[in-house]
């Protein structure tokens, strides 16, 4: 049994009870987990706001084995991203990261790196409004993080650089094949131009600001959202 206090994000939250919540965190220490917070539902519940979804929050957490749930003790707002609630296209978007994150991520493990992506992420969904693009980058670099980084570079089968005019995104071997090696695989192929290829690459690269400053044509974010797809559905087994 201990008590430990750490950064969280909550990521969505469910009725428990007659006045409880069951809220699913990322928090900073301990990766995604799950709390009850009772009495979070009353009116002058000591919680407030701060269990409302995207918001960035201090949490006080009481964990005990071997149950996985753990009680939450104390939740102080450091950042309620309000503006993302005002605005029906700025929810769908953080939705979207915050669906990814959750199907990405196993329990209880810790992973800073996208920590640190989800609250600058749902941050720039306050200000920017690219929003598609942002979602499509945050994916790109939310995969990165978890560890299922595509190999955009070179074909994966003749190991040369993609060049060429016809380049394909392999899900299940999760990188390109230059044409001639496309046609020996059997599995579903993602079509993409050589320029989405590069887009691609840059994303993983640049800081956020670089990134708006990035020119894409609605057909390589067609593209890349495809790619992306593709690339969830296999890794999860199932289309997000």
């Given at each position: ?7 969280a ?7 428990l009870?007659?006045?409880?919540k069951?809220?699913t ?15 979070a ?5 000591r919680?407030?706001a701060?269990?409302e979804?995207f918001?960035?929050c ?7 084995k ?7 003790n104390q ?15 700025r ?20 992973n800073p790196?996208?920590f ?25 670099r ?12 070179r ?7 993609i060049d060429?005019?016809?380049v ?6 999760g990188?390109?094949l230059c044409?001639s ?31 708006f ?5 609605p057909r390589?974010?067609?593209?890349v ?8 559905t ?7």
């Amino acid at each position: 049994m201990s008590l430990f206090e750490t950064e969280a994000i909550v990521l969505n939250g469910i009725r428990l009870g007659e006045a409880d919540k069951l809220v699913t965190l990322l928090t900073a220490k301990k990766g995604k987990v799950k709390a009850v917070a009772n009495g979070a539902r009353r009116p002058r519940s000591r919680f407030g706001a701060a269990l409302e979804p995207f918001t960035h929050c201090n949490v006080i957490l009481f964990e005990k084995k071997p149950t996985i749930l753990m009680r939450m003790n104390q939740a102080d707002i450091l950042q309620p991203f309000m503006k993302i609630r005002e605005d029906l296209d700025r929810i769908n978007a953080a939705a979207r990261m915050v669906q990814i994150v959750s199907a990405l991520l196993p329990e209880g493990e810790a992973n800073p790196e996208i920590f640190s992506l989800l609250r600058t992420g749902l941050g720039e969904v306050e200000k920017r409004d690219r929003l598609e693009w942002l979602v499509r980058a945050f994916e790109i670099r939310c995969l990165k993080h978890a560890g299922y980084q595509a190999r955009l570079d070179r074909c994966l089968i003749c190991h040369r650089e993609i060049d060429s005019i016809r380049v394909y995104f392999s899900p299940m071997n999760g990188g390109t094949l230059c044409g001639s090696c496309a046609r020996t695989i059997r599995d579903p192929l993602e079509p993409v131009s050589p320029g989405t290829v590069s887009l691609l690459r840059l994303v993983g690269r640049m800081n956020w600001s670089g990134l708006f400053r990035l020119k894409a044509t609605p057909r390589m974010l067609q593209e890349v959202k495809s790619v992306m797809d593709a690339h969830f559905t296999f890794i999860l087994g199932r289309p997000l």
